[in-house]
T-cell receptor
Framework: GESVGLHLPTLSVQEGDNSIINCAYS??????FIWYKQESGKGPQFIID?????DKRQGQRVTVLLNKTVKHLSLQIAATQPGDSAVYFC???????????FGKGTRLSVIA | KAGVTQTPRYLIKTRGQQVTLSCSPI?????VSWYQQTPGQGLQFLFE???????NKGNFPGRFSGRQFSNSRSEMNVSTLELGDSALYLC????????????FGPGTRLTVT
C-alpha cells in the first residue's frame, strides 16, 4: 500500500497498553478539532471530534483532550490493539466551511 | 452505499507531462475536496468544489486545477508535472454539512520520474 510518511514521529506501544498521541495546533481561533486514523493503502478515517467549548470527549476506547491555553490536543487509546497500528492525524477547523488544516501525523506501532 | 472512489489508484508520469485524476463521491454528496499528501508536508488542502463551483482553494500553483461535473464527480489536473508533485492525492466527499464532515477515498499514488 501507499507509504503515508517516512518522516513521521513514531510511537511504539505494547499490545494492551494505553497510547497517547499528541498534537499541537496552530490557530487559536479554531473551534473544531478532529482525529483521523490512516491505515496503509487507505484514506484517513474519522475517529473522534471535539468542539472548542469542551476539554474532553470520550468515545469507544478513545478519549480526546483539548487544552486551548497551550493549543494542544491529545488522543488517548485504551487497551491498544494490533489493529490500531496506523498513522494518526489531528485536524483543526475554523468556522465550518473553511478547509481543514491537518497536523503532520504520528505513526502508532503496536507490538504484539 | 458505496464509498468514495478514486481512479486510477497508481500512476507513473514523466516530468513535464500532465495528469488527470478522478474522484466519484458518495452518492448524494455534492461537495468534493482534494488534498495532496507527501512525507514532508503532510496533508495539504488543494481545493473544494460544491455544486460544480470552486468554494475554497488552497495555496498551490496554477498548474493544479480541478472541476466538478453535474453528477458531482470531480477531476483534478496537474500540468507540467514536476518531481515534487509525486504524492498521494486524496479526495474527500461531504454531504452538504460542514467541511469537517467528510469521507476520504483511498487516494491516487502519483509518481513523477
Amino acid at each position: 500500500g501507499e507509504s503515508v510518511g517516512l518522516h513521521l514521529p513514531t510511537l511504539s506501544v505494547q499490545e494492551g497498553d494505553n497510547s497517547i498521541i499528541n498534537c499541537a495546533y496552530s490557530n487559536s481561533a479554531s473551534d473544531y478539532f478532529i482525529w483521523y486514523k490512516q491505515e496503509s493503502g487507505k484514506g484517513p478515517q474519522f475517529i473522534i471530534d471535539i468542539r472548542s467549548n469542551m476539554d474532553k470527549r470520550q468515545g469507544q476506547r478513545v478519549t480526546v483532550l483539548l487544552n486551548k491555553t497551550v493549543k494542544h490536543l491529545s488522543l488517548q487509546i485504551a487497551a491498544t490493539q494490533p489493529g490500531d497500528s496506523a498513522v494518526y492525524f489531528c485536524a483543526e477547523n475554523y468556522s465550518g466551511n473553511t478547509p481543514l488544516v491537518f497536523g503532520k501525523g504520528t505513526r502508532l506501532s503496536v507490538i504484539a | 452505499k458505496a464509498g468514495v472512489t478514486q481512479t486510477p489508484r497508481y500512476l507513473i508520469k514523466t516530468r513535464g507531462q500532465q495528469v488527470t485524476l478522478s474522484c466519484s463521491p458518495i452518492s448524494g454528496h455534492r461537495s468534493v475536496s482534494w488534498y495532496q499528501q507527501t512525507p514532508g508536508q503532510g496533508l495539504q488542502f488543494l481545493f473544494e468544489y460544491f455544486s460544480e463551483t470552486q468554494r475554497n482553494k488552497g495555496n498551490f500553483p496554477g498548474r493544479f486545477s480541478g472541476r466538478q461535473f453535474s453528477n458531482s464527480r470531480s477531476e483534478m489536473n496537474v500540468s507540467t508535472l514536476e518531481l515534487g508533485d509525486s504524492a498521494l492525492y486524496l479526495c474527500a466527499s461531504n454531504g452538504g454539512g460542514p467541511v469537517y464532515e467528510q469521507y476520504f477515498g483511498p487516494g491516487t499514488r502519483l509518481t513523477v520520474t
